[in-house]
Every structure is written in structure tokens, then in C-alpha cells.
Nanobody, 120 residues
Framework: QVQVVESGGDSVQAGGSLRLSCTASGSAFRFNSFAWYRQAPGKRRELLAAISSSGEVDYTDSAKGRFTASRDNAERTAYLQLNGLKADDTAVYYC??????????????WGQGTQVTVSA
């Protein structure tokens, strides 16, 4: 079983920065990709960035320009640097890890989320 834990969320003022972390642990044949999502109150969960096993990052329009995603394979950790935060960035930020289990199946594992609150 794979566990995913996000951290780094906080309350900040507009224009501030935060660095979110996502650490995967547990047993899997291979840890593949990471992905960052967020869900604002009353809205659907939206994808922000996907990080491949080689470290390539694809961003959605919501993340381009202000957010930077990366990963450290040795630590099984992904990061999301949030800069120039706006009130609209207030949301719970989630991390999803795609892993190949020892049964040979690819599964997505989710963390519990970390709250980011931006005050104007």
C-alpha cells in the first residue's frame, strides 16, 4: 500500500509564496508520476501540474507562470512552488501519485490535502 502526505499549506497575504511538498511512502514496484491538483470551495478539483518519472512537467493554464513543480526521486517527494499568490488561489491542494503495484497494476494514490488560504 502507498501513502501520500502533503504539507506546506498555510495562510498568507496576497503576493506571498509557499512551497508545498508531497511525499510518497509504502510498498510499490515503482513510483511513476506525481500530479498536483487543487479544489476551491464550491468548485471542482482541477489539475495544476503533472510530473513524469523523468521529471518533465506539464502545466495547465491555471498554474503556468506562477507555479513551479518538481520532484526528488531519491526522496519520493514532489514539490509545488507557489509564487505571487492571489485570493483566488485559496483552495485545498492535493497530490496524486501514480504507482505500479507488485501485482502489476497502475494505481493512483491520493493524499489528504493541504490548505492554502490567501488573504487580500
Amino acid at each position: 500500500q502507498v501513502q501520500v502526505v502533503e504539507s506546506g499549506g498555510d495562510s498568507v497575504q496576497a503576493g506571498g509564496s509557499l512551497r508545498l511538498s508531497c511525499t510518497a511512502s509504502g510498498s510499490a514496484f515503482r513510483f511513476n508520476s506525481f500530479a498536483w491538483y487543487r479544489q476551491a470551495p464550491g468548485k471542482r478539483r482541477e489539475l495544476l501540474a503533472a510530473i513524469s518519472s523523468s521529471g518533465e512537467v506539464d502545466y495547465t493554464d491555471s498554474a503556468k507562470g506562477r507555479f513551479t513543480a518538481s520532484r526528488d526521486n531519491a526522496e519520493r517527494t514532489a514539490y509545488l512552488q507557489l509564487n505571487g499568490l492571489k485570493a483566488d488561489d485559496t483552495a485545498v491542494y492535493y497530490c496524486s501519485v501514480n504507482a505500479t503495484t507488485y501485482r502489476g497494476a497502475e494505481e493512483n494514490f491520493w493524499g489528504q490535502g493541504t490548505q492554502v488560504t490567501v488573504s487580500a
